[in-house]
């Protein structure tokens, strides 16, 4: 019709009940998620919280090179736990490879270049997402569990392997 005009929708309706007015959602994108948790805590790069996503992926690819932790009889079988479950030595132990496979020698640098000196950084980017509903967690699971797996300043160290000539042969 010409020269109707919609009446805009009111943001805060009267006939809609107090917990459900759209102000009141909290439904954020993840990307939104994201940049909140970006700018609240700045220790560490997008590029970290990525990588700990394709470190994941990684250990749930390589699981027999991740090491598991011996089971005592009074602890989970593999059949009461989710198979795909990562624990966080397990994740660290993935990005510690993962890490190497992409960077090489590189590795400690790029990862101290996103704000990751120690395994507990993965542990503080693993709960983060949690946090921000970006990863779950079991009940056993544990921000501690990260804390010293390994010594960064060894753990990206290359390795040579020195090869006499009696071993050659």
């Not at 909140?36 to 790069?45: H, M």
């Not at 300043?153 to 071993?167: C, G, L, S």
């Amino acid at each position: 019709m010409p020269g109707h005009q919609r009446k805009p929708i009111p943001i805060h309706d009267p006939l809609l009940p107090d917990s459900m007015h759209p102000d009141e959602f909290d439904m954020k994108s993840p990307l939104q998620a994201m940049r909140e948790l970006l700018a609240e805590d700045t220790r560490y790069k997008i590029e970290a919280y990525q990588f700990i996503r394709e470190a994941l992926q990684y250990a749930h690819e390589n699981m027999d090179k991740v090491t598991t932790p011996t089971l005592s009889d009074t602890e989970e079988t593999d059949q009461d736990v989710d198979a795909r479950h990562v624990t966080g030595q397990q994740l660290c132990q993935a990005c510690r490879m993962y890490a190497l496979q992409q960077y090489g020698y590189l590795a400690k640098m790029v990862l101290a270049n996103w704000g990751v000196e120690r395994t507990g950084d993965f542990g503080d980017l693993v709960y983060n997402l949690i946090r921000i509903e970006q990863m779950r967690k079991s009940e056993s699971d544990r921000r501690e569990d990260f804390d010293d797996v390994y010594c960064f300043d060894d753990a990206f160290e290359p390795e040579f392997e020195f090869v006499t000539k009696k071993d050659e042969d």
